[in-house]
C-alpha cells in the first residue's frame, strides 16, 4: 500500500496543549465568578436580612 503524507504530530500536539490550557481558564474563570456570584447573594441577603430586622 501506498503511504500518505506524513503526520505533522508536533503541530498537533503544540494545539491541543493550547486547547486545553484554554479549556482550563475559561473553567477557572467561571468557577471564580460563580464564587463571586455566591459571596454578593450571601452579602444581599444579610443585608436584606438586617434591613428588615431594623424594619421591625
Do not use: C, F, I, Y
Not at 501506498?2 to 500536539?13: C, L
Amino acid at each position: 500500500m501506498a503511504k500518505g503524507p506524513e503526520k505533522n504530530t508536533k503541530n498537533k500536539a503544540l494545539h491541543t496543549k493550547l486547547l486545553n490550557r484554554k479549556k482550563a481558564k475559561l473553567q477557572e474563570e467561571k468557577k471564580e465568578r460563580a464564587l463571586r456570584l455566591k459571596a454578593l447573594v450571601a452579602k444581599m441577603n444579610q443585608q436584606k436580612s438586617s434591613d428588615d430586622s431594623k424594619a421591625d
